[in-house]
């Protein structure tokens, strides 16, 4: 994965983004990831993983209009950029690898 390793709270993140699309801000972002894991985000490990993920090139951000519903506040707006699509499909071949060297023997519980 040379240099492109994606923790998996960022896989998630970025996943994330992709999904909302043109609606991926911070909010939505965080309700989104919670709906689908079932896991509560906090808004701190959300930004810590944004920053993270734009100091890497992986996502791009840029502020919306102010609006009077958020007070004259802008919201930050955010894409995976091209080095984060390659970052998502490098770590989807590497499961999809390792998944498929599994022997499904090794798959199969044990009863009791």
């Keep these: 994965m040379k240099g492109t390793y994606l923790g998996e709270f960022q896989e998630i993140v970025l996943l994330t983004i992709l999904v909302l699309d043109e609606n991926a801000y911070g909010v939505s972002i965080q309700e989104e990831i919670g709906e689908r894991t079932g896991r509560a985000v ?10 993270r993920l734009e100091e890497k090139g992986f996502i791009q951000s840029e502020y919306g209009g102010a609006t009077a519903e958020r007070g004259g506040r802008r919201k930050r707006f955010y894409q995976v950029t091209n080095l984060g699509k390659n970052a998502l499909e490098e770590a989807k071949t ?19």
């Design 94 to 112: 590497l499961r999809e690898d390792l998944w498929s060297s599994v022997p499904k023997v090794a798959l199969q519980k044990v009863q009791g």
């Design 42 to 51: 906090s808004r701190g490990a959300l930004h810590t993983a944004l920053t």
